[in-house]
């Protein structure tokens, strides 16, 4: 229940945070959420919400924002993987600055800051089988956001139940994200590209599900408890490239690692063809949380369709 809290959401205006968005406001929580322009204003007004203008750069609001909140959800970052050579390097002093003018606001507070990471750092298992929240991070990560975490993590100390949201790579549904992309992608160039095989299996989960762990999350977790938002982990990327390319009535189309890393750059090579297969028990077991979307196989068809239609 929520009792009428008060939620302060960067991202809100996102893929994810939109839905969060939805059901929070559903739920009888009032949202603020971050927004950088007019049009983002105007998506938060339609779903009910509050637009706080401003952007990860304005320290000062984020401060006052958090102060005033008895929940943070924190989703934006100033890091964009699809943009060309993205090194989250670039973007860390930003993504520090905000997450620290956050906790000043919620300093001693003991509320609730819920951040969020990915999966995808974590190394695959050796064995094939799954990993969790507990497993090493990879020496070669496809970026090193998993700083951001441990960081955020640490900010418990002053007085603030943080909790981490690691999201799974493939986060799917409503006709977004991943599975949009590289539909349009694959439309437009006529082939659909599977990176040296497809062999390797991927982490799934639906947006509406990732949505509810957020706020699962603010209601039932401890302070520096880390959750994989994980549904699936039996997808391979052959599957998923040969529904798409079935749906789209186009060929798939097989690159080496380095035909993939020539063609499409080695961030991009690499999300869509490395190992990662996050188990989400811990959620389930500890939350009571569960998954209810439909796959990713049926998610692109449905796409794909659409798009053709269009």
């Known amino acids: 229940m929520s009792r009428n809290q008060h939620i302060f959401m960067t991202g809100a205006t996102g893929y994810i945070g ?40 304005n320290l000062d609001v984020l401060r006052r924002e958090s102060a005033e909140a008895d929940i943070v959800l924190h989703l934006a970052t100033d890091y964009h993987i699809t943009k060309a050579n993205a090194s989250y ?23 609730p800051l819920v951040v969020t990471g990915g999966t995808l750092f974590v190394s695959p298992n050796p064995d094939g089988g799954e990993t969790t929240e507990t497993s090493p991070v990879d020496p070669e990560p496809i970026n090193n956001r998993h700083q951001a975490e441990a960081h955020a993590l640490e900010l418990a100390k002053r ?30 160039a006529g082939e659909v590209m599977c990176v040296d095989g497809g062999k390797n299996f991927t982490t799934t989960v639906h947006v509406d599900d990732a949505a509810r762990l957020y706020l699962l999350a603010t209601q039932k977790a401890k302070s520096g408890e ?3 938002a994980s549904s699936a982990t039996d997808v391979t990327f052959h599957e998923m ?50 998954s209810n979307g439909m796959s990713i196989l049926e998610e692109i068809c449905l796409t794909c369709s659409q798009s053709q239609e269009a």
């Open 18 to 57: 939109s839905v969060i968005t939805e059901f929070a406001i559903a739920e009888g929580y009032t949202v603020h959420g971050l927004s950088r322009s007019e049009s983002g204003d105007a998506k938060l007004l339609k779903a009910g919400a509050v637009p706080i203008r401003g952007n990860l750069t």
């Open 89 to 111: 390097d670039a973007a860390w002093p930003i993504d520090k600055a905000a997450v620290e003018a956050i906790a000043d606001g919620l300093e001693g507070s003991n509320k």
């Open 159 to 188: 007085g603030i139940r943080v909790i981490a949201i690691r999201l799974a790579p493939w986060v799917f549904g409503r006709g977004g994200s991943g599975v949009k992309l590289f539909t349009g992608i694959s439309k437009q």
């Open 226 to 228: 880390v959750f994989n």
């Open 241 to 290: 490239w040969e529904t798409m390319a079935t749906a789209l009535n186009v060929p798939l189309k097989h690159l080496s690692t380095e035909e993939a890393i020539a063609k499409l750059g080695p961030i991009i090579s690499k999300f869509i063809s490395m190992e990662n297969r996050a188990t989400g028990a811990k959620a389930r077991d500890i939350l009571g949380w569960q």
